[in-house]
């Protein structure tokens, strides 16, 4: 926090696309001390020269930045917030440990269970918990595009309230105003993960979100899959939170059906009041063609379901599916048939 007494944090951006890019742009336009860097140079260049500039519905603007590849970075920082794809975060963590000061600490801007890995790289203490769900993508060198508002929500993994953590939710209340600031960060990130897998599904077509969502057809499917992974959180002993439409409470085992319907209702409603119709899952595949984070966000479910010697069909199927999407498959309706047959198999 910025205060006559206490200088601001010097805040390295460790992954400036779609969330990274939002949030140290909007950190940059209120003052505070921000450096960039990205493995892209075309990004870094187009950065470097003219500036990184947000565009869309929700807010248009262009900061002069400092943006560095990570070859060319120099210096310490205070905060980092790391925002790479999840199958990135091993490597990511080994390239900041230099630049991170040794009482600093690196904050997961990311999809997934992440914190587990840079806690187990760089220590407990030097990790904090974040979720983010806002609606953004990376359209080209220099450019990003932040279509919807959504939750953003910060806290310690151990739930304690510190200077840090509330330094940290000071900064995301920069970027957005109903920020949360929480003691239970697993609960989101677990919640996450649940809506996440959803994503995952529609991007099995082509077919917009909320139009997955909606379809009467494949409900079962949406259903089955969100109770099959928070009947693994309830093994973790997570307790999950509801964000953005999302009800966990919904899709426990005992949940009475029309829960899950309203719930669906009403992430459909959230997603038809975004700018981005499709999921950074489905850009992964059909418009970069590039692997997607499956591996490091959904199988990391199927290993903690092992632990706990229960099943994952739905989740599992799933991985599989998006792996055939990376190779080529074509995405379609019939994919989400083949995922239902998941159901009958557990």
């Not at 900041?96 to 600093?104: S, T, W």
């Not at 949360?180 to 919640?191: D, F, K, P, V």
């Not at 009041?273 to 692997?291: E, F, M, N, P, V």
């Not at 499956?294 to 099943?311: E, F, M, N, P, T």
């Amino acid at each position: 926090m910025k205060t006559p007494n206490k200088p601001s944090p010097s805040i390295l951006i460790w992954g400036a696309g779609a969330i990274g890019g939002c949030l140290g742009a909007a950190f940059v336009a209120e003052g505070y001390d921000v450096t960039f860097v990205d493995q892209a140079h075309d990004h870094v260049q187009a950065m470097q020269k003219e500036g990184l500039r947000i565009e869309g519905p929700i807010v248009t603007r262009r900061v002069a930045v400092r943006a560095f590849s990570p070859d060319e970075l120099s210096g310490q920082y205070d905060l980092v917030f790391l925002a790479v794809k999840a199958h990135h975060t091993e490597e990511a963590c080994l390239q900041i440990r230099p630049f991170l000061k040794d009482d600093g600490a690196v904050v997961s801007a990311q999809n997934g269970l992440n914190e587990l890995v840079i806690s187990k790289l760089l220590g407990h203490e030097r990790t904090i918990g974040c979720f983010v769900n806002f609606g953004a993508d990376y359209l080209s060198p220099g450019l990003i595009h932040y279509g919807g508002r959504a939750a953003v929500v910060t806290g310690e993994l151990d739930g304690r309230t510190t200077e840090r953590i509330h330094l940290v939710h000071n900064l995301l209340l920069k970027f957005d105003d109903k920020a949360i600031l929480t003691n239970n960060i697993w609960g989101y990130l677990w919640s996450k993960q649940i809506y996440g897998a959803m994503l995952y599904a529609t991007a099995l077509t082509d077919e917009a979100i909320w139009t997955c969502l909606e379809n009467p057809e494949y409900r079962d499917v949406f259903i089955a899959l969100a109770r099959e992974i928070a009947e693994i959180a309830n093994h973790e002993g997570v307790r999950l939170e509801a964000f953005d439409g999302f009800d966990p409470d919904a899709y426990a085992q005992c949940a009475d059906i029309t829960a899950a319907h309203a719930s669906l209702d009403a992430l459909v409603a959230h997603n038809k009041r975004s700018a981005k119709t499709h999921s950074g899952i489905w850009r992964d595949l059909a418009i970069r063609h590039r692997k997607t984070e499956v591996d490091a966000q959904l199988g990391v479910i199927v290993k903690i379901a092992k632990q706990h010697h229960i099943s994952a069909p739905l989740t599992s199927k799933l991985i599989s599916l998006i792996h055939e999407c990376e190779g080529g498959m074509q995405r379609d309706w019939n994919n989400l048939a083949t995922l239902r047959s998941a159901i009958q198999e557990g």
